[in-house]
């Protein structure tokens, strides 16, 4: 069995964003199709939960299971900002769509159904939240040891962690989770522009999702008690 589990671990480890992403997806198609039609809006948020769930598992693995070295290796697939921002917005998509979901349950169902609806909602929120900050995370190691593209490529570095030792993953979740629950930076210091920048950028989009997001989710489950 450890055996087994160092082997699944290396194999994690040697995939990419694209194949994570390849991955979640045929695991939220599979399990729309697999549910019954008759549970159209289910299943669609359902999909969704599977799919980042899965997504979030890889992610986390790999993150758990690399070092500084292997992190600087594996930042050198090309990461767009633009993929950034579009995950950013449908992730806001998808959490209103929760939003609405749960809201909708509200009315004439069955306890049972309610409570499932309010579940698979509030997954779909918290994941929605979990994948924002990991993908920003990712993004924050690329950033440092690979640089940006054209006249920024050579721009590496820009955040300076306590400590000897060369980042890992784990070291830009925690400043990627960080900027996500407070909005600001915290023993970790910006020092590059094009740090500062994806660091407000980051900012302002976790304080406007926790915001609008969360704290509307907040005020509609406690309208369903």
Avoid at 45 to 69: C, H, K, P, Q, R
Avoid at 142 to 159: C, I
């Amino acid at each position: 069995m450890p055996i087994l589990t160092s082997h699944l671990k290396r194999w994690i480890g040697q995939i990419n964003a694209h194949h994570r992403a390849a991955l979640a997806s045929l695991s939220g198609v599979a399990v729309f199709f697999l549910l019954p039609i008759a549970l159209l809006d289910t299943r669609a948020i359902a999909s969704w939960d599977v799919a980042s769930g899965v997504y979030l598992l890889l992610a986390w693995i790999t993150m758990a299971g690399t070092d500084a070295e292997a992190t600087r290796i594996s930042t050198s697939n090309r990461q767009s900002s633009l993929a950034i921002l579009l995950l950013v917005l449908g992730a806001a998509c998808i959490s209103v769509a929760a939003l609405a979901f749960m809201y909708k349950s509200g009315h004439g169902l069955p306890v049972w159904k309610k409570m499932l609806h309010v579940a698979l909602s509030f997954l779909a929120l918290g994941f929605s939240w979990l994948l924002v900050h990991t993908r920003f995370a990712f993004h924050y190691a690329h950033r440092y040891y690979v640089g940006g593209k054209g006249a920024r490529a050579a721009q590496t570095g820009g955040l300076n962690f306590p400590g000897e030792r060369k980042p890992d993953y784990l070291d830009f979740a925690y400043f990627s989770f960080v900027i996500g629950m407070t909005s600001q930076v915290s023993d970790v210091a910006v020092t590059s522009r094009v740090m500062r920048r994806l660091t407000l950028a980051h900012g302002l989009l976790s304080f406007g999702f926790n915001v609008a997001v969360l704290a509307l989710s907040v005020n509609i489950f406690a309208s369903l008690i």
